[in-house]
């Protein structure tokens, strides 16, 4: 049975991903924390994604992707030594792509829970075991996620003004700074930066 939440990672592809600690524990308990998980991110994940958008929260967060194409992932994948046996595992499966994609964010999960249940002395999970993602298709769609995604902070009450949140990128799209987030695409979807500000 289909299942939206789980929708297969498909090379071309955009997906709003989210997860949230395990039972709903804290993910992030530090300041540090959150620009800790931005660089595991960044390690684990831009080789075969791109960001459009992030929001960072103490228990869960929110990501607006695009999973780069087969041949990008696959020549990427074949160079990196640990991914190696994974790889012939999957040789011949209908979504390799998909798979290393989530491979990916498993390994992702995993090295931020260690170092987390090092800092704060605690065991077991920390994320639920499958993230969700939902696969998004038009424009319409895709701006109506950037916006849910930086308003969160203000939806769960955490920040008064979303504006002012530092874990999300709704600054960073509006810096004038180099940065690996698909910041002009994402203007470039609303128009300019006054529209994308008056949208949200």
């Known amino acids: 049975m289909y299942n939206e939440y789980y929708a297969p990672l498909e090379p071309g592809c955009f997906y709003h991903v989210f997860n949230q600690g395990n039972a709903k524990v804290k993910v992030f308990y530090k300041e540090d924390n959150y620009s800790y998980f931005l660089r595991k991110v960044d390690s684990y994940l831009f080789d075969f994604l791109e960001i459009y958008a992030y929001c960072l929260l103490s228990n869960h967060f929110h990501m607006l992707v695009k999973i780069k194409e087969e041949n990008e992932i696959i020549n990427k994948a ?54 969700k993602r939902k696969k998004v298709t038009d424009l319409r769609y895709l701006k109506e996620v950037v916006i849910y995604i930086h308003r969160n902070p203000q939806r769960h009450g955490i920040e008064f003004n979303y504006r002012d949140y530092p874990w999300s990128s709704y600054k960073r799209i509006l810096e004038d700074k180099g940065s690996k987030l698909k910041k002009e695409e994402v203007l470039d979807w609303f128009g300019d930066s006054q529209t994308f500000i008056a949208s949200h």
């Open 78 to 131: 074949s160079k990196i030594k640990e991914l190696e046996g994974f790889i012939n595992r999957n040789v011949g499966a209908e979504n390799l792509t998909g798979l290393l994609v989530s491979e990916m964010f498993r390994r992702l999960f995993m090295s931020y829970a260690k170092a987390i249940n090092k800092q704060e002395k605690r065991t077991g999970s920390l994320f639920r075991k499958n993230f």
